[in-house]
Nanobody, 115 residues
C-alpha cells in the first residue's frame, strides 16, 4: 500500500537548521510531484515547497532563500533542508505526493523553533 513516512523533525533554536526526509513506497515515486506542507497550531495547512518529476521547484514566499526541496528518485525520498529557522516556522510538516487525481499524505512530523 502507499506510504509516506516523514522524519527529521524536532526542537531547534532560532537560526538553526533541520533536514526533513519523506520516504515513499507503494507508487511510482519518480512520476509524482512531491511537496511539503505545514500546519501551525490554529492555522490552515499551507504549501511550503514543491518539486516536480522534472525537478522544477517552487517555494512559498516566506521560506524562499531559507528552505531547499530536493528528491532522490533512486531512494524514493524527498527532502526539505531548512536553514535560518524562525519561531514562526513552528508547525507540523507534511509530505505530499500528487499526480493528476492521485494524492497521498504522510502523517506529519513536528518542527518546533524555540530558544
Amino acid at each position: 500500500q502507499v506510504q509516506l513516512v516523514e522524519s527529521g523533525g524536532g526542537l531547534v533554536q532560532p537560526g538553526g537548521s533541520l533536514r526533513l526526509s519523506c520516504a515513499a513506497s507503494g507508487f511510482t515515486f519518480s512520476s509524482y510531484a512531491m511537496s511539503w506542507y505545514r500546519q501551525a497550531s490554529g492555522k490552515q495547512r499551507e504549501l511550503v515547497a514543491t518539486i516536480t518529476p522534472g525537478r522544477s521547484t517552487n517555494y512559498a514566499e516566506s521560506v524562499k532563500g531559507r528552505f531547499t526541496i530536493s528528491r532522490d528518485n533512486a531512494k524514493n525520498t524527498v527532502f526539505l533542508q531548512m536553514n535560518s529557522l524562525k519561531p514562526e516556522d513552528t508547525a507540523v510538516f507534511y509530505c505530499n505526493a500528487r499526480r493528476s487525481l492521485s494524492v497521498y499524505w504522510g502523517q506529519g512530523t513536528q518542527v518546533t523553533v524555540s530558544s
